[in-house]
């Protein structure tokens, strides 16, 4: 049966996401719509509209056309959002790579999202460039510039004729990050303009908008889905001001918030950490945040009252620290914690171990995985959620998709959750793989596909053990060593270390003789856990 939201539908307005979006500032046009923390600078409402029309044009220019994928490898900057958006006036897809990436890594997701030019920035411009070598990509543009390159300037400045494509936002996709979802390696997850636009719509009913008083810290990155469309996109639609850093810096970022009177905060847990327990929080005034939300990874209800506590210095009212809940495939949102006054008729509070309420136009199912049926009342199941912010697939995978979305529409999480009477949903499990360090997605067939090409290594499996000190899941292999050879623990780590982007270390290493695994060859992660 599925469980319906509490609140009513919302409309989603048929635009693309430029249009959408941009819109928000529109009557603001003088306003900051974007500023960098660290220098100060600023891109005002109307001059993101003019430079989002200017790099579309230069992109047109250049040959590319509807559906054409142009990656993006850069850190948060303010200009990430004008790049973002002329691309996606472009009619073109932006393909978000995680900026620690390594030239391996990136050159996957060059290949497989077909991309046809790369923008990124200098200091990552050797690692672009040998990432480029091994793809079809026809151009890198640097954003800040480099000698036989085109820099952003270049195309802000470019006089070719505006574009007006004809976008269908129900069918066109206009971003693809890349998740390994439930199972196996990363995949391009297809998101629409209309996925985009409904998500941002769908949040807006839970958010008491001060309008033209609203003022975004970006520090998580636009790469990750998270950063694109709650921090980035809503924050413009809202006609707000976006602060952006380039990086988390526990100083850098307190300043911030105390220097451009941040209004709201969407983190991830190991900020929350911080704001609960680092002894230099309490140097900085950050009265005017009004919320800290926190989603990514699972938070303890214990820390998040703890540093909302601390934070409020024991006035009654004050900044709210809660929590939301989302996966890229859900372009991220399906649920969140509302502003008080923005409660469900009936509903006084919602637990800070909650991930909140389902959004408008979001239906869930807890479902037993097995018997296939639904929770009883107050029991736990698999979470499934069906909605405009679920995706349209993987590209060029259609098994993986059909293992995922079922043919009712049905996006399954795999993640285990339980709900309450008030509606309010508390994440309690993981079923699948996908292994979450400091809010990063692991995955551990990619991990164990590294390990094999080690000849010294038989087999390998990954799992994610919890750290009790930290609160996090380390990547732990289990290493069966080649026969007559010899490697160590550390041989293991430095091998994969080298290879894989610095969140996707593997922290600990266990030989065994034999990895277990079902008679279909599945290994048994399950028997891995109890072991580990
Ligand atoms: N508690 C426990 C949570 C939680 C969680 C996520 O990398 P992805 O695909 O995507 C994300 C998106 C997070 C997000 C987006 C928008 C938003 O408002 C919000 O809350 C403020 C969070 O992380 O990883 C998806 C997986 O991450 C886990 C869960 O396993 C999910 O399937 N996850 N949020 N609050 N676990």
Not at 293 to 322: C, F, H, I, N
Request: charged share 20%; hydrophobic share 40%.
């Amino acid at each position: 049966m599925a469980l319906a939201s509490r609140y009513p539908d919302v409309e989603i307005p048929d635009l693309s996401v430029p249009e959408f979006v941009l819109a928000g500032g529109a009557s603001r046009p003088d306003a900051p719509a974007l500023v960098d923390g660290l220098t100060g600078d600023s891109i005002s409402h109307g001059q993101l509209a003019t430079y989002v029309d200017r790099v579309a044009a230069a992109l047109a220019a250049r040959g590319l056309r509807k559906g054409d994928v142009v990656a993006v490898l850069c850190p948060n900057t303010m200009w990430y959002p004008v790049v973002f958006h002329g691309i996606a006036r472009a009619g073109c897809v932006m393909s978000p790579i995680n900026s620690l990436y390594t030239a391996h890594e990136v050159a996957f997701q060059l290949k497989d999202s077909g991309a046809k030019v790369l923008v990124t920035v200098s200091p990552f411009l050797d690692r672009a460039l040998e990432a480029v070598e091994q793809t079809p990509v026809d151009e890198v543009v640097v954003m800040d510039g480099a000698e036989g390159h085109a820099s952003l300037l270049d195309l802000i400045t470019s006089d070719a004729p505006s574009v007006q494509v004809d976008i269908d936002p129900a069918e066109d996709l206009v971003t693809l990050p890349y998740s390994s979802g439930t199972t196996g390696l990363p995949k391009g997850v297809m998101l629409t303009h209309r996925n985009l636009v409904a998500n941002v719509s769908q949040s807006r009913p839970l958010v008491e908008l001060h309008e033209g008083d609203e003022r975004i810290i970006a520090v998580l990155p636009f790469f990750h889905i998270y950063g694109l469309t709650v921090l980035m996109n809503q924050g413009l639609q809202w006609g707000g001001t976006v602060v952006t850093l380039p990086r988390f810096d526990l100083e850098q970022f307190l300043r911030t918030i105390q220097d451009h009177k941040i209004t709201r905060a969407f983190v991830a847990p190991p900020i929350v950490l911080a704001l609960a327990k680092h002894p230099m929080v309490d140097q900085f005034d950050l009265s005017s945040l009004r919320s800290i939300t926190s989603g990514a990874a699972p938070l303890d209800e214990a820390l998040a009252q703890a540093a909302q506590d601390r934070l409020r210095k024991g006035a009654d009212a004050g900044v709210v620290v809660a929590q939301g809940y989302g996966m890229t495939e859900l372009s991220p949102v399906s649920h969140t914690t509302p502003d008080a006054n923005r409660l469900p008729a009936g509903v006084t509070s919602v637990p800070k171990g909650s991930v909140g309420l389902a959004l408008p136009n979001t239906e869930c199912r807890l479902v037993d995985p097995s018997t296939g049926q639904d929770a009883a009342a107050g029991e736990r199941g698999e979470l499934w959620v069906r909605g405009p912010q679920v995706m349209k697939g993987y590209l060029n995978n259609q098994k993986a998709t059909d293992e995922t979305l079922d043919a009712e529409g049905w996006l399954h999480t795999g993640d285990v959750a339980v709900v309450d009477e008030n509606g309010c949903y508390t994440v309690v499990d993981r079923v699948k793989e996908l292994i979450k360090y400091k809010g990063y997605q692991v995955a551990p067939a990619e991990l164990e596909a590294v390990l094999l090409g080690n000849p010294a290594i038989a087999d390998a499996a990954v799992i994610g053990v919890k750290d009790e000190e930290s609160g996090e899941e380390l990547p732990k292999a289990f290493v069966v060593r080649a026969p007559g050879a010899e490697l160590t623990e550390e041989e293991v780590m430095d091998y994969a270390g080298s290879r894989l982007a610095p969140h996707k270390k593997i922290r600990a290493v266990e030989f065994i003789d034999q990895v277990p695994k079902s008679a279909a060859g599945k290994i048994l992660r399950k028997d891995l856990k109890a072991r580990a």
